[in-house]
């Protein structure tokens, strides 16, 4: 397989060597960077439509397959779990072996698990074979931006991940409108048959013009107990998001797996100073612009993230859209992002990353001040100016957060870097999930018996309550079968008016974490390793 070595010099910055002689070097479209671009572009893009397309599919498969809620649930946890627990093990696997082999091999079990997906006949195989789509897609994402490092120099390495950027919020965002596309109008199999034309287009890509980069100084053994700690800790950190909501925040078994995922880090970083070759050399958070980068990412996660959970219920649920009419409202969100990402791009090789970094945080937390102020009967012109605004201020920040975090890495951790920049977006994601989850459900949990009361509506006891409460953090009414007109419409109108109330707190909360973040944004500046992956070949 043809190689590349890359000349690093770690963490100081120094100019990088020169490829030793006899080296191949790229020629024609093999190793070409924006064909290598295009390469890793379609092979993400089949991982982040994966991560929304399978909500609107789920409760087809629910019916079709005869499987409980918590079945159906599994299926975006089982994925969830996978991906988050083994981005960072699946980084330094693509260190060691290759961006180029971890990559296809990543499209080509990610392409297989979906196909089996949807030959599956039993909630149990769908589950399965989501668990290995979440362990292919950590070997993938991670090794497409430590291809992009090593191809692209320093100079034309933002607009490179901007075009990534682009392409990841397009298909998280377009991901609910083809699926209600193509389970309205074909079955739910479908959206899992989907990966496999684009996953056999990514590999034959791939195999044609990828070209294996590694550093002089990539690592040649494996930390195999620093991965258990790791996984370990990273597991029960995200078990406990995860199930936070069921339990409750207070619950001893939320906070035990919270309690046994901070020893299980502790006894990782005690380990990471012992071991010769670490899985992630702590000298690494020795950057103040990567911690930034870092903890950035996992601020913009839970605002986005955690802020557009309840929006997809506001529409859907309170305004009574379909998913594709859904789909298509979020659109401007989309729309920012797709024109912001590459202008963000050039604008951080312009001026560096904290200007636009720190605006784009303030854009964000403008549109969910905006999102807060959301009314029952809010137009679509309204929405669309908070949405639009909310993806103008993403762009910069998945943008340069990226470059931040994998551009302050030496080049022979490229690939932990990359997966360090994926594990705390899906973090932030859960987080902010969790996080303003509970702020909504303590909301209306406060705010419903006496706006219940205050409408005339006959009393609940507290078993009927608590179901009132579980419906009204989704944005249902809880209406019975048979009950009266005039009652189903004030019953509507307290459920409707109180689940408005819990998600303008939520808003201001994900307000408050973004403007936190301009604060992070500030500490931030341009990668001091990027030149170490300019690669040799045609710009």
Not at 15 to 38: C, D, K, N
Not at 324 to 349: E, K, N, R
Not at 453 to 482: D, F, I
Not at 496 to 516: E, K, N, P, Q, Y
Request: hydrophobic letters at 55%; a neutral charge; aromatic letters at 8%.
């Amino acid at each position: 397989m043809t190689s590349q070595t890359i000349g690093t010099t770690g963490s100081g910055g120094q100019a990088p060597q020169a490829p030793s002689e006899g080296t191949p070097r790229s020629s024609g479209l093999r190793g070409h960077p924006w064909f290598t671009l295009i390469t890793v572009a379609v092979g993400v893009m089949m991982v982040a439509l994966d991560g929304t397309i399978v909500a609107i599919a789920n409760p087809a498969i629910q019916k079709d397959l005869k499987a409980s809620f918590a079945d159906v649930q599994w299926i975006t946890n089982g994925y969830f779990l996978a991906l988050a627990v083994s981005l960072i093990t699946a980084g330094k696997l693509g260190d060691r072996f290759g961006h180029r082999q971890t990559f296809l091999i990543g499209v080509t079990g990610f392409a297989a698990a979906s196909g089996a997906i949807g030959l599956s006949n039993s909630i149990a195989a769908v589950v399965t074979f989501r668990v290995f789509q979440g362990l292919f897609g950590a070997l993938l994402m991670p090794a497409a931006l430590g291809l992009l490092r090593a191809t692209f120099p320093a100079e034309k390495l933002n607009m490179a991940i901007g075009i990534w950027g682009m392409v990841i919020g397009a298909s998280t965002a377009g991901g609910p409108i083809l699926g209600g596309v193509l389970v309205e109008h074909v079955n739910w199999q479908s959206v899992f048959f989907i990966n496999v034309p684009v996953g056999a287009i990514a590999l034959v890509l791939g195999l044609l013009i990828l070209l294996d980069h590694r550093a002089e100084n990539a690592p040649r053994s494996f930390d195999l107990l620093g991965i258990a700690l790791l996984s370990a800790a990273m597991f029960c950190l995200v078990w406990a998001l995860i199930k936070a909501p069921s339990w409750g925040w207070g619950d001893g078994r939320t906070w035990t797996f919270i309690a046994a995922s901070v020893l299980g880090f502790a006894l990782f970083s005690f380990w990471e100073t012992k071991v010769k070759e670490p899985l992630i050399p702590l000298g690494l958070f020795r950057s103040i612009p990567l911690s930034a980068g870092v903890v950035l990412m996992v601020l913009m996660a839970i605002a986005f993230m955690g802020g557009l959970f309840f929006v997809t219920f506001y529409l859907q649920n309170v305004h009574g859209m379909s998913p594709i009419d859904a789909g298509l409202h979020l659109l401007p969100l989309t729309g920012m992002m797709i024109v912001g990402s590459p202008l963000a791009g050039f604008a951080i090789t312009k001026l560096g990353p904290r200007v636009p970094l720190a605006g784009g945080m303030i854009a964000t937390a403008v549109a969910m001040y905006g999102m807060s102020t959301l009314e029952v009967d809010t137009g679509s012109g309204v929405m669309s100016i908070w949405f639009g605004l909310l993806g103008l201020g993403l762009a910069p920040v998945m943008v340069g957060a990226t470059e931040v975090i994998v551009g302050n890495a030496p080049m022979e951790l490229s690939g932990v870097a990359g997966g360090l920049q994926q594990a705390a977006m899906q973090i932030g994601g859960s987080l902010g999930t969790a996080v303003l989850g509970a702020v909504m459900a303590s909301k209306v949990d406060n705010d419903l018996a006496a706006n219940w009361k205050g409408a005339g509506l006959p009393p609940l006891t507290p078993v009927q309550l608590h179901q009132a409460s579980e419906a009204v953090q989704v944005g249902v009414a809880p209406v019975a079968k048979g009950t009266p007109a005039p009652i189903v419409a004030k019953i509507t109108d307290v459920a409707h008016d109180t689940f408005i109330s819990g998600m303008s707190l939520a808003s201001l909360v994900a307000c408050g974490v973004a403007a936190v973040a301009v604060l992070v944004a500030l500490l931030t500046k341009r990668g001091e390793n990027a030149e170490a992956g300019a690669g040799v070949g045609h710009i």
